[in-house]
């Protein structure tokens, strides 16, 4: 019985530690986007120079996310989880500390590398998480980093309407980041209470080959459906408030609700998410999720009235909301040895979709006008509905196309 409280408090506590890191992966976010403004005008950049300053910090998410897969499959998620968020919070004070494009760039290359280098390390220490405790617990994970998105925002806010500088905010912001990193390593799960991963032989067969460095097509297709998930993420962030203002003739004030509306529908979904995959599971849930998406936000593009936009975005966000967190969650769990490099290679395809799908969406608007150009979502939205049985658990958890060696640790 003790053994059983034992593990269970140990449970709980990795539990408040890793939603910590995702807080903090949100808070950070929240924090730097809320503050480029104040950056901009600091620095006198044009858009272009600004736009440089943005594409480094992408550049450098995507390196952290490639580089990072093999350490988390050699050291184990604690290990590169616990100095990660210690370092987010240092490195996002980086950019305000810019004193030109050049030094910004630098700045924001730095910290998009930790940024993108902890998203994964994260969302591999999630999946151990419900490993552990036998349930699953992405989706609330995925609804703390929301939250910290807007609490990051809500303190950028506050500080501009203040006045405040933005290192100062940063300065703010990093601290209460480095001191969520010291709880999370004195909390964070042990390797010990990881169970280990069993290799059924029989599945894999002796001929299949031990060694290769190419990612499995299993995981590459997972990666296309967070890439259909983030480019509907990426059109909401971009697109939302513009069509509402400039197709359907709102009032800007009005118009900003259509994003809060989905922000808020996707918080919502996150929290619930998790019941949810418990009860029908992860393929019924992200088929149904797919298709709230789609026809909600296709039936207001058809009926074309600011209301209805209201409610389609917050459609799409209900319905985009639990889909990121079971595919990271089948890519970790699928491929338990190296759930490192599993989501890393999602993350990697999905981010890139978060990047260019507005872009996308806005060139086609220019063509044929921006409610067409919103049927992309749609359409992706349809097609994740149609696809979802690839989320199906697989009888075994280990893939032969990927390298079969050693970890250190497993947690």
């Not at 858009?47 to 988390?72: E, H, N, P, S």
Request: hydrophobic share 55%; glycine share 12%; with cysteine.
């Amino acid at each position: 019985m003790t053994r059983v409280r034992d593990h269970r408090t140990v449970l709980l506590r990795a539990r408040v530690a890793t939603s910590l890191a995702f807080l903090a992966f949100g808070t950070a976010l929240g924090a730097w986007t809320s503050r480029i403004p104040a950056i901009k005008q600091r620095l006198d950049l044009g858009d272009g120079q600004l736009a440089v300053g943005l594409l480094a910090f992408a550049a450098g998410a995507i390196t952290g996310m490639q580089v990072v897969g093999r350490l988390l499959d050699r050291w184990g998620s604690r290990t590169v989880l616990v100095p990660m968020v210690f370092v987010e919070g240092v490195f996002l004070i980086l950019p305000a500390l810019a004193v030109d494009v050049v030094t910004l760039a630098v700045a924001l290359y730095a910290f998009g590398t930790v940024h993108g280098t902890l998203n994964i390390a994260m969302n591999a220490h999630a999946v151990e998480m419900e490993r552990a405790a036998g349930r699953p617990l992405m989706s609330t994970f995925h609804a703390i980093y929301s939250i910290g998105g807007f609490v990051g925002a809500a303190a950028g806010g506050v500080s501009a309407h203040a006045g405040s500088a933005a290192v100062t905010t940063f300065l703010s912001v990093g601290a209460a980041i480095v001191a969520a990193a010291l709880w999370t390593a004195r909390w964070a799960l042990p390797a010990a209470a990881v169970p280990p991963v069993t290799r059924d032989r029989s599945t894999i067969g002796d001929d299949c080959p031990q060694r290769s460095t190419a990612a499995p097509a299993g995981v590459q297709f997972l990666g296309i459906l967070a890439f259909c998930c983030l480019v509907g993420e990426g059109a909401a962030a971009d697109w939302s408030s513009v069509y509402l203002r400039d197709t359907l003739g709102s009032g800007a004030g009005f118009a900003a609700t259509a994003y809060a509306a989905f922000s808020i529908m996707m918080v919502a979904g996150r929290l619930v998410g998790d019941r949810l995959t418990a009860r029908v599971g992860p393929v019924a849930l992200v088929r149904g999720c797919g298709a709230v998406a789609a026809v909600g936000l296709g039936a207001a593009l058809l009926v074309g009235h600011p209301l209805a936009g209201i409610v389609g975005f917050g459609c799409l966000g209900a319905g985009l909301s639990c889909i990121a967190p079971q595919v990271f969650s089948a890519a970790g769990s699928r491929y338990p040895t190296h759930a490192g490099r599993a989501i890393a290679r999602v993350a990697s395809i999905g981010y890139l979709g978060f990047l260019t799908g507005p872009l996308l969406i806005g060139a086609v608007a220019e063509l044929t006008g921006l409610a067409w150009a919103l049927t992309i979502p749609v359409v992706l939205a349809l097609f994740v509905t149609l696809t979802a049985a690839a989320l199906r658990p697989r009888p075994s958890g280990v893939d032969p196309s990927w390298e079969a060696g050693p970890r250190t640790s497993s947690g």
